[in-house]
């Protein structure tokens, strides 16, 4: 939680240098290997039901794969539209808090700020904090960002298109694409225990309430996972607090 809360580290120039070369390596490897998952939310998203256009221009403005997955499941399981959407939003919102930290690490003019915004999402954050200076920081957003839009546009075009031509993407199990990738994605993401507790109990509380809620609804009462781990921890450090001054 104090790495979530603390102020960003602020890098500049001086600081020990970086090739550009292998800064453009960190950048392409995770823009492709992210952006070729395109392919499984255009057939999620067909197999949704929602047309190819309306599929390309959910991967175009809104540029998000979890919150889009989320949004094309709910949709898929027979969730309310708006439901469905407060879902994805839900999600989208840790790309603000991206946004805060990202401000003052790459310190862009006030001019590009506004389409800049627009690629702060996991992998282009993920690969810019992971750079020695702010010239690299820079870099490294850049080139994730224009790499992973370009292919998961793209992707997302073929996969929708090839939705189509297959049919029932239900018959052939690719409704499952989405979610696989997701998980895929998030898997390595886990490293600590307290991640690892969330992410068990938001699965809990998400299966454990599909059959009594509606579709999209079990997507919004998992978040109460994070909180309640908190809560938990919160009371575990009190009571080894107090046990310790009891000594």
Known sequence: ??????????????????PDAAVVRDALGVGVAVGLSGFAFGVTSAGAGLTLAQTCVLSLLVFT????????GALA???NPFTAAAGAFFLGTRNAFY???????LALPKAVRPFAAHWVIDETTAVALA???RRAARLGFTLTGLTLYVLWNLTTFLGGLGAEAIGDTA???LDAAGPAVFLALLAPMLKSATERATAGIAVLLGLGLLPVLPAGVPVLAAAFAAPLV????????????????LR
Do not use: H, N, Y
């Open 1 to 18: 939680m104090a790495e979530q809360t603390a102020p960003p580290v602020i890098r500049d120039d001086r600081a020990r240098a970086k």
């Open 65 to 72: 794969g979890a919150s889009q997955f989320a949004l094309v």
């Open 77 to 79: 399981a027979g969730g």
């Open 99 to 105: 946004g805060l930290r990202l401000s003052q690490l």
């Open 131 to 133: 750079q020695p200076s």
């Open 171 to 173: 018959a052939w199990g």
């Open 230 to 245: 908190l809560w938990f921890q919160g009371r575990r450090m009190s009571r080894d607090v107090r046990d310790e001054d």
